[in-house]
Nanobody, 119 residues
Framework: QVQLVESGGGLVQPGGSLSLSCTAS????????MGWYRQPPGKQRELVAY???????NYSDSVKGRFTISRDNAKITVYLQMNSLKPEDSAVYYC?????????????WGQGTQVTVSS
């Protein structure tokens, strides 16, 4: 069974940094895009950053210049380095990946990890 396991997150003061990671496990044929979404309290889930299998990257405007997404294909892991954090970055962050367990690609989600930016 394919799973995405996240780590990182926590409480940080404004201006601080946090790092998230997400590793895919289980049996699958291929994995293409991987990324991060977030859901602030009372709001809809939104894209934060996404990286394709050939390392094309897309960031939301709100995090450009502050967040960096990367992936290690050998470790089947995607990372999100978050710098200059703001209170409005507080949210549950979800890992997302397009994975083909067989010949069909499905979208998978991690369990979510809380990021709180507060003094």
């Amino acid at each position: 069974q394919v799973q995405l396991v996240e780590s990182g997150g926590g409480l940080v003061q404004p201006g601080g940094s946090l790092s998230l990671s997400c590793t895919a496990s289980g049996r699958f044929m291929s994995i293409s895009g991987m990324g991060w979404y977030r859901q602030p309290p009372g709001k809809q889930r939104e894209l934060v950053a996404y990286i394709t299998s050939n390392n094309r990257i897309n960031y939301s405007d709100s995090v450009k210049g502050r967040f960096t997404i990367s992936r290690d294909n050998a470790k089947i892991t995607v990372y999100l380095q978050m710098n200059s954090l703001k209170p409005e970055d507080s949210a549950v962050y979800y890992c997302n990946a397009a994975i083909a367990p067989n010949t069909i690609t499905y979208e998978y989600w991690g369990q979510g990890t809380q990021v709180t930016v507060s003094s």
